[in-house]
């Protein structure tokens, strides 16, 4: 059984609780929150132990669940680490670069599990893909939410297109070469709505965009590549595929058109997208490396990548709003 610690109990850290509790093989042992509201609702509903201390609770687990601020996460994960502890951390991995930096060392060195929580690689729109050969040429991306104050503590780039940055990083395999990007500070104190730009070395080219001031909420990826448009909702969990094939298979839909090169035949295809939790399926595959002792689907090094790629898109924000 993996006894599990959990640091942060507000409104994600509940949710990681509500599916840590419905995992077999995993236990939760406590949970280490200062703030005295959090704790005690959580206390009342989940009878949980509450632990005043943090070091406290990381020696009495083997897994800490990190939940809490970003500004937290370098020295709880730091302070795990050094005690061998394995390691779950939701985005972004930590604060700043350098804090990113130490903690892949020092996980390296201890020769733990650690695994970042870009929660949407596990979205069962985009898991239906799996299959699928992705070399898209152009993405397209929106990810758009309407106001709300938490979450605020960073800008967008690291609370919203964080999550299409490791989506898009996971799938070309290329290094960036160079980045466009604006941002405008609309409802707090770091930019709400952002426009990038990637370029990669294999003439791949990315535009995102993402809002935390929008309307309605949107979470969309469109992929272009050599024959073949694939379209993901991640919202919806919808997952589109259409390609200049002839598919023999009962989910796809064909359809001829006249080209300048003669006939061509559409295929339209609807990859089986199964139900599934994202967050529950994120947590399993963390107990699972531990237990089997095998690689992280999110590693620490995906997690730093995300985080450096958005950091350099702050840096161009940042310079273009100076000029």
């Given at each position: 059984?993996?006894?599990?610690g959990?640091?942060?109990?507000?409104?994600?850290?509940?949710?990681?609780?509500?599916?840590?509790?419905e995992?077999?093989?995993?236990?939760?042992?406590?949970?280490y929150?200062?703030?005295n509201?959090?704790?005690?609702?959580?206390?009342?509903?989940?009878?949980?132990?509450?632990?005043?201390?943090?070091a406290k609770?990381?020696?009495d687990?083997?897994?800490?669940?990190?939940?809490?601020?970003?500004?937290?996460?370098?020295?709880?994960?730091?302070?795990?680490?050094?005690?061998?502890k394995?390691v779950?951390?939701?985005?972004?991995l930590?604060?700043?670069?350098?804090?990113?930096?130490?903690?892949?060392?020092?996980?390296?060195?201890?020769?733990?599990?650690?695994?970042?929580?870009?929660?949407?690689?596990?979205n069962?729109?985009?898991?239906?893909?799996?299959?699928?050969?992705?070399?898209?040429?152009?993405?397209?991306?929106?990810?758009l939410?309407?106001?709300n104050?938490?979450?605020?503590?960073?800008?967008?780039?690291?609370?919203?297109?964080?999550?299409?940055?490791?989506?898009?990083?996971s799938?070309?395999?290329?290094?960036?070469?160079?980045?466009?990007?604006?941002?405008?500070?609309?409802?707090?104190?770091?930019?709400?709505?952002?426009?990038?730009?990637?370029?990669?070395?294999?003439?791949?080219v990315?535009?995102?965009?993402?809002?935390?001031?929008?309307?309605?909420?949107?979470?969309?990826?469109?992929?272009?590549?050599?024959?073949?448009?694939?379209?993901?909702?991640?919202?919806?969990?919808?997952?589109?595929?259409?390609?200049?094939?002839?598919?023999?298979?009962?989910?796809?839909?064909?359809?001829?058109?006249?080209?300048?090169?003669?006939?061509?035949?559409?295929?339209?295809?609807?990859?089986?997208?199964?139900?599934?939790?994202?967050?529950?399926?994120?947590?399993?595959?963390?107990?699972?490396?531990?237990?089997?002792?095998?690689?992280?689907?999110?590693?620490?090094?995906?997690?730093?990548?995300?985080?450096?790629?958005?950091?350099?898109i702050?840096?161009?924000?940042?310079k273009?709003?100076i000029?």
């Amino acid at each position: 059984m993996l006894k599990i610690g959990i640091f942060g109990v507000g409104h994600l850290g509940k949710f990681h609780i509500n599916n840590w509790q419905e995992i077999a093989g995993a236990e939760i042992v406590g949970f280490y929150d200062p703030s005295n509201a959090n704790a005690e609702e959580v206390v009342k509903k989940y009878n949980l132990k509450r632990y005043d201390k943090a070091a406290k609770l990381i020696d009495d687990c083997d897994a800490v669940d990190i939940v809490a601020p970003t500004t937290t996460h370098y020295e709880l994960c730091k302070s795990a680490i050094l005690k061998s502890k394995h390691v779950f951390v939701e985005k972004p991995l930590a604060n700043t670069m350098e804090e990113a930096k130490e903690l892949l060392k020092l996980g390296k060195e201890a020769n733990i599990k650690f695994q970042v929580g870009h929660v949407e690689r596990f979205n069962p729109a985009f898991l239906a893909l799996k299959d699928f050969d992705l070399q898209p040429l152009f993405i397209e991306v929106h990810r758009l939410s309407q106001f709300n104050p938490r979450g605020t503590d960073v800008s967008v780039i690291l609370d919203l297109m964080v999550h299409d940055i490791d989506i898009i990083l996971s799938i070309v395999k290329s290094n960036v070469k160079s980045i466009s990007a604006n941002g405008v500070v609309v409802m707090s104190d770091t930019p709400d709505i952002a426009n990038v730009r990637l370029e990669f070395d294999n003439g791949c080219v990315a535009n995102l965009t993402a809002s935390r001031i929008s309307m309605k909420k949107m979470r969309k990826m469109r992929l272009f590549q050599k024959d073949a448009y694939v379209s993901i909702d991640f919202l919806e969990k919808k997952t589109e595929v259409i390609k200049l094939k002839n598919y023999k298979d009962k989910n796809v839909f064909t359809f001829d058109i006249e080209t300048n090169n003669g006939k061509k035949t559409i295929a339209i295809s609807t990859p089986p997208v199964h139900e599934g939790n994202a967050l529950k399926l994120e947590l399993e595959s963390f107990k699972d490396a531990v237990i089997n002792k095998t690689h992280t689907i999110v590693s620490e090094i995906d997690g730093y990548r995300a985080m450096e790629i958005a950091h350099q898109i702050l840096e161009k924000i940042c310079k273009n709003q100076i000029l």
